[in-house]
């Protein structure tokens, strides 16, 4: 019997998996915005924001992929029109923290924003990133945005986004690396910019 694979909305409940996973493909970017130096630390920061609506990492922007029920990847989308209210509760988070609470825009306003895709590393390796990819660019073309990502330089992710039709705009630097955007236009548009 084959594996039965499935991309549903995200639960807070996944809180537990989800975290950890987005907060191994961010990096510096967790670390920014939760103002934990560590990646435990961060993670659980995460954890917590995760659960709750109204900010860039919440489940309500998360897209979870099962295999047989169990979470093996995610997708965390959001409207780039929402940006920077979506950052409002991190840039709060640090100015309690006594920390400066800018936080280097990375989507704009006319797009879906694919914050962070990631595949648990032991499913690594089976199209399951390609798969959630997928999902995602089916809610871009039914919003008719183009879906933007930032991909650090060096990345072997870089290859999957540009067989999606995924290409590169400018390089930006967020919370001290450098990455590379891209950009892919919804299903039978071509991209304006």
């Known amino acids: ?47 917590a924001f995760f659960a709750r609506p109204g900010h ?27 940006a920077a209210a979506l950052d ?17 825009p990375e989507a704009r306003p006319g797009e879906l ?3 962070t895709l990631a595949v648990a590393q032991p499913a690594r390796g089976r199209g399951l990133g390609a798969a959630l990819l ?3 660019a089916a809610r871009s073309a039914a919003a008719g945005l183009p879906l933007a990502l930032l991909v650090e330089e060096g990345n072997p992710a870089a290859r999957l986004y ?7 705009q400018e390089a930006v630097t967020v919370a001290g690396h450098r990455y590379l955007r891209l950009c892919r236009a919804p299903a039978g548009r071509e991209t304006a910019r």
């Not at 992929?65 to 780039?80: M, N, W």
């Not at 540009?162 to 590169?168: D, I, L, Q, V």
């Open 1 to 47: 019997m084959s594996p039965q694979t499935q991309v549903r909305p995200a639960r807070p409940a996944d809180a537990s998996f989800a975290a950890p996973l987005i907060q191994a493909t961010i990096g510096a970017i967790g670390h920014a915005l939760t103002g934990e130096p560590d990646e435990l630390g961060a993670a659980r920061v995460i954890a």
């Open 56 to 82: 860039r990492l919440s489940s309500e922007f998360t897209l979870l992929l099962e295999e047989d029920g169990v979470p093996l990847g995610l997708a965390v989308l959001y409207p780039g029109d929402r």
């Open 88 to 104: 409002a509760p991190f840039r709060s988070r640090l100015r309690a923290l006594g920390r400066p609470d800018r936080i280097v």
């Open 113 to 115: 924003y694919l914050d």
């Open 134 to 136: 997928a999902a995602c």
């Open 162 to 168: 540009a067989r999606a039709g995924f290409r590169g």
